[in-house]
């Protein structure tokens, strides 16, 4: 079963939609300024239709400077607030959302996750997983919120209350959810079709949220780069910047300075050493690495038998990577958080609020103001576990029975580049997910996991391929049963090549003859 079927049954409203094509408002778009709806705290703060707004105009994202290359239809804008109140801390507080109603809408719901803490509402384009075609562009009734506070990217000040908390965790998004239904049913005359989530980050974890906490509010769902367990992925982070803090130069006030650990010369030797360890090992050198689970570099093979010079690192070097790159462990060597893969987006930034791993002087929006020279890990996981506030937004629960039983489809995508979150971490995820609900096998008819090879938090790196339609592939899972196998995938920095992302537990391998810059002469292999 999908989620919002009509009074005369599914078929009776494909049917519709096939003979009528796009389906137009029932009402003006100003009339949803006086939209009531019993049993809720509701006020419409802004109801205006908007002309096609031109290709070129509109970034892709605060992560993303470039624009997206397709035009917007004309659509109805819709802010409002959902249960405004004073909180404990004596600010106001309301979900807000803004839902976009496309004059020629294609029977579809997509709610659009968020950021960081949220804080703020991002147009509701439909972006993540969508390549450079919005769900917007496509037909789509759009939705997002910023989850009942207003602040800064990463202000947690909204925190010290208790509902704004409960709200960012889980509630406003599922009460955002329901509401957009019904706006949408009373603007069109019909319920939506079929409905679709997709977030990658915070709305990643938000995505997760939806198939663990609300399973039968939504058909398809794709989640990118998640911010499942940010306190362990936390943990990981300081234990990286210690390690390279340990090992750093001081500067000119005797401080630490561990941008200073590699000089540029030194990044560029260990690229090239990733490369020629794990490049070919997809059957072509590309300066892409597809098999990624099949990389096991080992920066041992760059120590220096002496002096430093250009072509080697430091005993101190090595370590630090070894550390950084392994993950942390508790006192017992168990892992606490996963490692990162080896990829040389790690390397280097991409001019994106989260530059690299490896310590830059770039922009680094989750960089620590401190840089820790040890961290005691058996104090921070303990810190973590009593965190009320992880308790609440860890989204790690793996019965996905009921979400599975309606008929749900999941996608996971992750960059392999991400210095925020390992992509190894959220495969872990995936995996114990499979086990709980039949096994890989069985698993496979309804979720998907994909590698991003080079691609960092949600989008970019200096060698990737960060333009796939997801959503394209998942409502076609949903709607015609056609599983995606493969993604095709492109990317600014490389006109003219696309590979196939494939299917965990597959990777792209070339066949070894064909234009080796075209998807079709790479093969899905384990």
Avoid at 475 to 498: H, L, M, N, Q, Y
Wanted: charged share 20%; net charge neutral.
């Amino acid at each position: 079963m999908t989620c919002l079927r009509s009074a005369f049954g599914a078929f009776g409203f494909s049917f519709l939609l096939q003979a009528a094509g796009a389906v137009a408002p029932a009402e003006p778009c100003a009339n949803l300024l006086s939209l009531q709806i019993p049993g809720t705290h509701l006020r419409i703060t802004r109801a205006e239709a908007l002309p096609t707004t031109p290709a070129g105009t509109l970034r892709m994202s605060a992560l993303q400077p470039a624009t997206i290359p397709v035009p917007i239809p004309p659509y109805c804008r819709v802010d409002g607030i959902l249960d405004p109140r004073i909180g404990v801390d004596s600010k106001p507080y309301a979900i807000g959302f803004e839902i976009a109603l496309p004059d020629a809408w294609n029977g579809r719901f997509l709610f659009q996750g968020g950021g960081g803490l949220n804080g703020s509402i991002t147009p509701p384009l439909g972006l993540a997983g969508a390549g450079d075609k919005p769900a917007l562009a496509r037909g789509f009734a759009v939705v997002s919120t910023d989850t009942g506070h207003k602040g800064a990217v990463f202000d947690a000040s909204f925190m010290q209350d208790q509902l704004a908390s409960l709200d960012f965790a889980y509630i406003a998004v599922g009460r955002v959810a329901v509401l957009s239904k019904e706006i949408i049913a009373r603007y069109y005359g019909r319920p939506a079709q079929h409905s679709y989530f997709a977030g990658c980050s915070t709305g990643g974890r938000e995505a997760m949220l939806m198939s663990q906490r609300y399973p039968t509010y939504f058909d398809g769902i794709i989640a990118g780069d998640p911010a499942m367990r940010t306190g362990y992925s936390n943990i990981a982070l300081a234990y990286a910047r210690a390690a390279f803090t340990r090992i750093a130069p001081r500067d000119a006030a005797g401080k630490p300075d561990p941008v200073a650990d590699f000089s540029a010369g030194d990044k560029q030797l260990l690229a090239d050493s990733i490369m020629t360890a794990c490049d070919a090992l997809d059957g072509i050198k590309d300066g892409m690495i597809f098999d990624t689970r099949g990389c096991h570099y080992d920066p041992k093979v760059l120590e220096c038998r002496g002096a430093k010079t250009p072509s080697c690192l430091t005993a101190k070097q090595v370590s630090a990577l070894e550390q950084a790159f392994g993950g942390p462990k508790d006192s017992r060597g168990r892992d606490v958080y996963a490692a990162f893969p080896w990829d040389t987006g790690h390397l280097q930034g991409a001019g994106g609020p989260f530059a690299s791993f490896l310590p830059n002087r770039g922009p680094n929006i989750l960089a620590s103001v401190e840089q820790p020279i040890d961290v005691d890990i058996d104090t921070l996981v303990a810190r973590v576990r009593d965190n009320e506030n992880e308790t609440l937004t860890d989204t790690t629960w793996t019965n996905l029975s009921s979400f599975f039983g309606h008929g749900g489809k999941i996608v996971f995508y992750h960059g392999t580049s991400d210095p925020v979150f390992s992509a190894f971490d959220t495969l872990a995820y995936y995996q114990k997910m499979a086990a709980a609900n039949g096994g890989l096998e069985e698993v496979l008819s309804s979720s998907r996991f994909y590698f991003v090879p080079g691609m960092q938090h949600c989008a970019g790196g200096p060698a990737t391929l960060d333009r796939f339609d997801l959503l394209g592939a998942v409502v076609d899972w949903v709607e015609k049963g056609k599983a995606p196998a493969a993604v095709i995938a492109t990317g600014r920095d490389f006109p003219g090549r696309s590979r196939p992302l494939c299917a965990f537990p597959k990777h792209a391998q070339y066949r070894g003859a064909g234009n080796p810059q075209d998807a079709a002469s790479f093969a899905c292999v384990k």
